[in-house]
């Protein structure tokens, strides 16, 4: 293990230089996941998810075309994870996307598990945790994927990645049951103690005068998204989730959480002078500011060590042109995709559960992770794998036929912005309403005109508050693809779908390697039948694991409230035993 992860850095280097000569590489990672020890506040030392020992864990560096192995150990002794990589279509490898109980079991402590799939588009990603929450804990990093290819070749001297998050001091596993609770009906979430640029803060880049740097940043937190800008440098947006744009100068950009932006920098031609950079979170998520919180963290661009660090400026919110990422242009021009053959309509919705907690809803249902990992169902439900309800009713399952042209209209019914993924897609965004606008009225558009005609393509795009968006994607990439809300605590408390593409096609063309199955034995997960591990009647749930019933009839959230705390005082451990009973001993 050691030798090869010493390896690594060089490999990466390397690879750039030889790709037009070699063959694709195949790239080998061994992830041994530890608890380690970390404070990249400065503020406060706890126990952080790393890799071999390590935190932050390693930056994922590959090129287009290369295979990727990564041999992951889980010694963590008291957690469950899985490994996802955000971004990554996952070609004819479905089962290598990583979701818990989506596309594998957990990977139970002591568990060995191999991911191996095929890297084929360039660009800025990253790879998390997908189980329980986990991922705030630590367990996440950049994955960038060289392009020998790259449009924007020759037009920047050096490349740097820079990440930026959140951080809490606090543990997923502490922090999840008191925000899943019915002492917090409204749900609001916690706030992050810290932002973190690079898991540090004071990051000093240096820079070369006369220079132009290609920076990939990923906003890799569980919760906030950031406004960052660079004192008197302008920026140039060439590539966001991996799709390239055309160049897009921005004076301030804005990333939610999972979001990934690549641009040029170009250096000033004198060193008379460092410049603070800042990332700044978007305290409008927040319910409430703590008091003494810095929800700001700054470095600088290092031009002249032996010059001073000058704090960074003070800046009236109004001072920024605003930059929009729904007017960024694919550099490719991919052109609007017809009218779909499918549509999709879910309202996003907060309410209260019997328990008196607060969960998130798609439409009327809060997601409950099915028995049988829903790829498994597809893969042993036969033909009643093309029906929806053999996937249960609290996955929120749709299937998608072959090549279909599918429309995800989301309708905000809620005053918080909501980031949107879908996994093993880019779609187009093809709509965004301003805040306040209510649903999504096809007939009150001028016309189809008033979509792009080479919308922009991401992977994860927000919602404004009590607005809409309209999502479209080709189902050209048969497999088991969630489509959530990329903010950690709404995935906890339910904001999740599950888009079933091409089940009967992923019958006869996928092979799932021994060792997933295996890790299904450790964990007592079964793998066959239905969502409840039905076998013989596929459309009989029962058993299923679903969220707490409904509230009362009759009861307000308040009175509910009350409720709860005389009598139902056992629901909240069931809520979360969802997220956590089932492998953590
Ligand atoms: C993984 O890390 C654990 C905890 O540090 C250690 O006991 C184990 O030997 C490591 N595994 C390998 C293969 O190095
Ligand atoms: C798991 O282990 C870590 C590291 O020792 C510890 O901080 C944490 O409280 C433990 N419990 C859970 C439920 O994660
Ligand atoms: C990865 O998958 C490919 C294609 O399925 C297979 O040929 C190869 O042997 C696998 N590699 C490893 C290390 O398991
Ligand atoms: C951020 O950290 C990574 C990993 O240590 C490093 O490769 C990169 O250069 C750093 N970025 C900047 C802008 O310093
Ligand atoms: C940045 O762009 C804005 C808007 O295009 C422009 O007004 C400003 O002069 C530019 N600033 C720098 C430092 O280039
Ligand atoms: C730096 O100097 C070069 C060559 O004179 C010029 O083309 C470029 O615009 C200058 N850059 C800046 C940021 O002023
Ligand atoms: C964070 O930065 C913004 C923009 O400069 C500023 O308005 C705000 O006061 C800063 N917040 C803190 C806590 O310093
Ligand atoms: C949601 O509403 C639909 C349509 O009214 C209904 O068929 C379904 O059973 C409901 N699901 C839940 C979980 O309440
Ligand atoms: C949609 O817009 C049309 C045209 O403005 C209007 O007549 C119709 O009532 C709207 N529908 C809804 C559901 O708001
Ligand atoms: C998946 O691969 C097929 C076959 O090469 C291709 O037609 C399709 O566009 C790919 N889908 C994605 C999302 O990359
Ligand atoms: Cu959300």
């Not at 917090?184 to 640029?197: I, R, S, T």
């Amino acid at each position: 293990m050691a030798i090869s992860l010493s390896c690594l850095p060089l490999v990466a280097m390397l690879l750039p230089i030889f790709t037009h000569l070699a063959e694709a590489a195949t790239v080998t990672y061994d992830f041994n996941i530890t608890w380690v020890l970390a404070n990249p506040d400065g503020a406060f030392v706890r126990p952080t998810i790393g890799i071999n020992n390590q935190w932050p864990p390693p930056i994922m560096r590959v090129t287009k075309g290369d295979t990727v192995i990564v041999n992951v150990e889980n010694s963590l002794g008291n957690q469950t994870t899985t490994l996802h990589f955000h971004g990554l279509y996952m070609n004819g490898s479905t089962h290598m996307d990583g979701p818990y109980h989506v596309t594998q079991c957990g990977i139970a402590p002591g568990v060995k598990f191999k991911y191996n799939f095929t890297v084929d588009q360039p660009g800025t990603y990253w790879y998390h945790s997908h189980a329980k929450g986990q991922y705030p804990d630590g367990l996440r990093a950049p994955l960038i994927v060289d392009d020998p290819d790259s449009p924007f070749k020759g037009m920047y001297d050096e490349e740097y990645v820079l990440s930026v998050s959140d951080w809490y001091h606090d543990q997923m596993a502490t922090l999840i049951p008191h925000f899943i609770n019915r002492r917090n009906p409204k749900g609001a979430e916690p706030v992050p103690n810290a932002a973190l640029l690079n898991d540090t803060q004071g990051l000093q880049v240096p820079i070369q005068a006369g220079k132009t740097y290609l920076f990939h940043m990923v906003n890799m937190g569980a919760f906030a998204g950031q406004y960052i800008w660079f004192e008197e440098h302008n920026i140039s947006i060439i590539e966001v989730d991996g799709i390239y744009t055309e160049p897009a100068n921005a004076e301030r950009i804005y990333l939610t959480a999972a979001q990934r932006c690549s641009f040029l920098l170009t250096a000033k031609n004198d060193t008379n002078s460092n410049f603070p950079f800042v990332s700044s979170m978007d305290t409008t998520l927040f319910d409430k500011i703590p008091e003494g919180l810095n929800w700001n963290v700054s470095g600088w661009l290092l031009y002249d060590q032996s010059k001073p660090l000058p704090d960074a400026a003070i800046i009236l919110e109004d001072s920024f042109q605003e930059f929009d990422d729904y007017t960024l242009v694919p550099y490719d021009k991919e052109p609007l995709f017809p009218d779909p053959d499918q549509s999709i309509t879910l309202e996003v919705v907060m309410s209260n559960l019997g328990d008196g907690a607060n969960y998130a809803f798609f439409n009327n249902i809060s997601y409950a992770p099915p028995i049988v990992p829903t790829l498994y169902t597809v893969m042993t439900a036969g033909a009643t794998a093309a029906n929806t309800q053999v996937y249960g009713d609290y996955t929120h399952s749709f299937v998608l036929g072959k090549d279909e042209v599918i429309e995800i209209v989301v309708n905000n019914n809620d005053p918080g912005k909501h980031p949107f993924h879908l996994h093993g897609h880019a779609f187009q965004a093809v709509w965004r309403s301003d805040r306040d606008a209510g649903n999504f009225n096809e007939t009150a558009l001028v016309s189809v005109s008033d979509f792009p005609a080479a919308p922009m393509r991401r992977d994860t795009f927000a919602v404004h508050p009590n607005g809409n968006i309209v999502l479209r994607f080709k189902a050209d990439n048969p497999g088991v693809w969630l489509f959530h809300c990329h903010i950690e605590w709404h995935v906890d408390s339910g904001l999740i779908a599950t888009m079933v593409e091409a089940p009967l096609e992923l019958q006869r063309t996928l092979s799932i390697p021994q060792d997933h199955y295996d890790s299904c034995v450790v964990d007592g997960t079964p793998v066959k039948g239905n969502a409840a591990g039905n076998i013989i009647n596929l459309l009989d749930l029962t058993g299923q694991n679903a969220p707490p019933g409904p509230l009362p009839e009759g009861f307000t959230t308040r009175g509910a409230v009350a409720l709860g705390f005389s009598i139902l005082s056992a629901f909240t451990s069931i809520a979360v035993i969802s997220w956590y009973g089932l492998a953590d001993i």
